[in-house]
């Protein structure tokens, strides 16, 4: 079990936009959000592997989905199976996806299954789009990319805050939360996608219409958001979208990415609005 020290080292080594909110959380909660993170970005780490053919990515994908499907409990969990599925690549797989067994189980135990049965569905997604190459032709496939990789988060994370403080998230703006983060990644990342030979825009799409498209995501959760109580998911959530929203100004104006100056004004800003 890896300790609170650990966990948030390698959380803020794969994602500094999450490490800073998921770090604030109160205990039981963060363990249980920095779980599911941490498994998610495990996979996604598989995914996203630019060395690993197609069919080798879809094939410990489906074998992590299929291990996961097989646990019961915190206090029994296969460690060495999923140790076993990772052996082959050990020299090829980041430390945060060969800890995955560490990260599924470090969450409260009741809650801990949730999280394994959103990262078995995702990895299982995830397979099938590795085997046909990331083919993205239309709207209804960008969708179901981004809803698979991002939107299923954030219907996660409604159950976990739920959970934690009693509270109803509309779970349809959680999906576009989800899909919103998920368009400005793509946007950002669009010049290596295609060295890679990946294609995430539907046929004939631009890189406005992608931008219009991610914006009318985030600024319909963002117009959401502000109709709930300041609870810790409005916390939770505020350093992310006001990046991802200033990240898409950025784009527009020909930047590459937010400057280190701004990003810490941003999450300034939004600390003080919580």
């Known amino acids: 079990m890896p ?3 650990d966990a948030l080292r390698v959380l803020e080594e794969t ?3 999450f490490y800073i909110p998921i770090s604030r959380l109160p205990k039981g909660l963060q363990e249980a959000v920095a779980s599911g993170y941490l498994s998610m970005r495990s996979i996604d780490e598989i995914e996203d592997h630019p060395d690993l053919s ?4 879809a094939k410990i994908l489906r074998q992590v989905s299929e291990c996961l499907q097989a646990q ?3 206090s029994c969990f296969d460690h060495r199976h999923l140790a076993a599925i990772f052996e082959p690549y050990a020299d090829q797989l980041p430390e945060v996806s060969l800890r995955l067994g560490e990260w599924a189980c470090y969450a409260p135990e009741f809650i801990a299954p949730r999280i394994w049965e959103a990262t078995s569905s ?3 997604r995830m397979a099938s789009w590795a085997e046909n190459g990331f083919e993205v032709l239309s709207k209804a496939d960008l969708d179901r990319y981004t809803y698979g990789v991002a939107g299923a988060v954030g219907l996660m994370l409604c159950d976990l805050f739920a959970w934690f403080e009693t509270v109803q998230i509309d779970r349809s703006r959680a999906i576009q939360f989800g899909r919103g983060l998920q368009l400005v990644n793509i946007l950002r990342n669009r010049q290596e996608d295609i060295e890679r030979g990946v294609d995430f825009y539907p046929d004939g799409w631009t890189d406005e219409q992608v931008m219009e498209y991610a914006r009318q995501n985030l600024i319909e959760f963002d117009e959401y958001l502000h109709t709930i109580h300041k609870t810790t998911f409005f916390m939770f959530v505020g350093i992310p979208r006001a990046l991802a929203l200033a990240t898409l100004d950025a784009i527009s104006r020909g930047e590459e990415k937010l400057s280190r100056r ?4 941003i999450v300034a800003d939004a600390k003080f609005k919580v």
């Not at 701004?262 to 004004?265: D, L």
């Open 54 to 57: 197609g069919e080798t990515k």
């Open 72 to 74: 019961t409990a915190v």
């Open 15 to 17: 994602s500094r936009t």
């Open 3 to 5: 300790t609170k020290a």
């Open 122 to 124: 995702m990895a299982d």
């Open 262 to 265: 701004e990003v810490i004004r």
